[in-house]
């Protein structure tokens, strides 16, 4: 399977768009990249996929590399809700295999 | 959004009981659901793969005496784990996935096992 690689943490003001990026260089052409939260004692939460245009809907925009080996979710306006380990997950059709994410701290 | 119910979403059992956890995709057919479990500050580690009328794929070194998958119908999926020791306790998840490529999950269950 092909592996992402996401910082471990992350740290954003309240109201400030938050940046989380994430590397996958060894993805294949048919692997879509989604993005998944999970807040605690919680299953994770889509958020957001896409193969290889950007993409937005409500809760996020997906900027995709013209290459793919990287992406970055952007979240325009972080709120303390946003509080969450956000994980960055390539996929075919099989089950999900979720790496370390990043644990996305908003201060107030 | 598609929806993922899972039951319990929390329970206490004696070591050497059997718990079942069940999920349920609530407003779509699922031919394929997911079983996961996470231990604290850890990410989720994918157990085994569930397909509607045939047997469950299990992951490399996880025991499918142990953790018993019955997928049988297209909107219910059951985890029993049996003979459960404290070292089962753990924080299971299931996921569903629609015809598209989304997976949604389930809220969890946490097994405490005494």
């Known amino acids: 399977d092909a592996k992402t690689t996401q910082p471990n943490s992350m740290e954003s003001n309240e109201e400030e768009p938050v940046h989380l990026p994430c590397n996958h260089s060894?993805?294949?052409?048919?692997?879509?990249i989604h993005w998944y939260r999970q807040l605690p004692s919680q299953g994770p939460e889509y958020v957001i996929h896409g193969l290889t245009s950007n993409v937005n809907n409500r809760m996020a925009s997906l900027a995709i590399a013209e290459d793919r080996k990287s992406s970055t979710l952007i979240l325009h306006r972080a709120t303390l809700r946003d509080a969450a380990v956000y994980y960055c997950i390539l996929r075919d059709l099989g089950g999900m295999r979720f790496g370390a994410g990043t644990r996305l701290t908003v201060k107030p | 959004g598609a929806v993922v119910s899972q039951h319990p979403s929390r329970v206490i059992c004696k070591s050497g009981t059997s718990v079942k956890i069940e999920c349920r995709s609530l407003d779509f057919q699922a031919t394929t659901m997911f079983w996961y479990r996470q231990f604290p500050k850890k990410s989720l580690m994918l157990m085994a793969t569930?397909?509607?009328?045939?047997?469950?794929?299990?992951e490399q070194g996880v025991e499918k005496d142990k953790f018993l998958i019955n997928h049988a119908s297209l909107t219910l999926s059951t985890l029993t784990v049996t003979s459960a020791h404290p070292e089962d306790s753990s924080f299971y998840i299931c996921?569903?996935?629609?015809?598209?490529?989304?997976?949604?999950f389930g809220q969890g269950t946490r097994l405490t096992v005494v």
């Open positions: 060894t993805i294949s052409g048919t692997d879509y």
């Open positions: 996921s569903a996935r629609d015809q598209g490529t989304k997976a949604f």
């Open positions: 569930s397909n509607e009328g045939s047997k469950a794929t299990y």
